[in-house]
């Protein structure tokens, strides 16, 4: 494989329309980059949600694609009716029944997986514990580390069972900010041993039970690194979460066009710094020149060595790893399948009966 077109496995886009644009398709088949990210103005229906995925892998000259999306459930969904709308994960958090968790999230995969996505950027394995966190609260599954690790760790395993790579979020944990990181940087004066106690617990449950995809946190944590937030920084990636963690799966920048990076850095500067730092998949969802703008940046970075080969290799490694455990042998949309498991009655019921099951658990005292 070129150079070229390793350092584009490790780049992840977003575009608009509901057809691939352009210049969408340009980045694939000619830098062939890693992977599309979809949101709500991409997708339609159905059966027009399947025939975008399809069009862009087959657009993909080599690997195929990760297509992923951020379907939480509650107000972090990307797919609109008719896919069922599932709960929040505190709703689940609530229910505390690790059967209904997965249950849920099996169905999720279900829907996911029958118009072609295949990663989720999912589970939230934040805890809760700040409620003036304009970003996390419902998104969360609750306040207590163990509570959150058990249901993430359900979230997990049902995707994984459905072939849908999840990916856990926000590393080393966004639920003790009073800010929102797609506006500005949020900043946590945690110890490492407050963090390890609470923050850091789900993370290393998930880690010890084959999570493959951490995505990390916009986020300032001065105790751990007082320069550079936890997608740019070496400490907390290659020695936190590599060495101390021993996590050997992908690791994922939340978009590099957020404020809470954009405010410090030019995107391609962040992009190249993350590498560096030890991430493999660079996210950045808007704009096309930017996407271009990275790709440049962290080709000149390799060229100049201030990203070695041996750096370069280590993510597409792991990027193709993932592919070829979770992505082959690729199996196209079917009609058939899409309307028999999309916004299903089964899946309909399931959510109806985890509504009901939160409406009649008692409201726990927590500790915040």
Request: glycine content about 6%; charged content about 25%.
């Amino acid at each position: 494989m070129k150079v070229t077109h390793k350092i584009g496995q490790l780049l992840m886009v977003g575009f608009d329309g509901t057809a691939p644009s352009a210049g969408v398709e340009e980045l694939i088949r000619k830098h062939h980059i890693g992977g599309v990210i979809l949101f709500s103005r991409n997708i339609k229906d159905p059966a027009q949600c399947a025939k975008l995925t399809e069009s862009l892998q087959k657009a993909a000259p080599d690997a195929p694609l990760f297509i992923s999306v951020d379907q939480e459930g509650g107000r972090v969904s990307r797919l609109a009716p008719p896919f069922t709308q599932f709960p929040p994960a505190r709703t689940l958090g609530h229910c505390d029944s690790v059967d209904l968790t997965y249950s849920c999230a099996e169905a999720m995969a279900k829907e996911l997986a029958a118009v072609g996505i295949n990663m989720n950027f999912a589970p939230v394995l934040d805890v809760d514990t700040n409620p003036k966190n304009p970003i996390i609260g419902d998104r969360a599954f609750g306040a207590s580390p163990t509570l959150v690790s058990k249901h993430g760790l359900a979230t997990i395993a049902a995707l994984h069972d459905q072939r849908v790579i999840a990916c856990g979020k926000h590393f080393p944990g966004h639920g003790d900010t009073a800010a929102d990181s797609h506006k500005t940087l949020p900043r946590v004066d945690h110890s490492l041993h407050r963090m390890a106690d609470l923050e850091l617990k789900p993370f290393i449950h998930a880690v010890e039970n084959r999570l493959h995809a951490v995505m990390t946190a916009h986020v300032l944590y001065t105790k751990l690194d007082e320069k550079y937030p936890a997608s740019l920084s070496k400490k907390i990636i290659s020695q936190l979460l590599r060495k101390t963690i021993q996590f050997e799966g992908l690791v994922v920048t939340d978009d590099l066009e957020m404020k809470g990076i954009t405010d410090g850095f030019t995107v391609p500067e962040a992009a190249v710094r993350a590498v560096q730092a030890g991430s493999d998949l660079i996210l950045v969802c808007h704009s096309l020149d930017q996407q271009k703008a990275v790709l440049e940046a962290l080709i000149h970075a390799v060229e100049k060595g201030t990203i070695t080969q041996e750096r370069l290799n280590q993510s597409l490694s792991r990027i193709l790893s993932l592919k070829e455990r979770f992505l082959l042998p690729h199996q196209a949309p079917q009609p058939k399948k899409i309307k028999q498991v999309v916004g299903c009655e089964a899946h309909r019921s399931l959510v109806e009966e985890i509504e009901k099951r939160s409406e009649t658990m008692p409201v726990r005292g927590v500790k915040r």
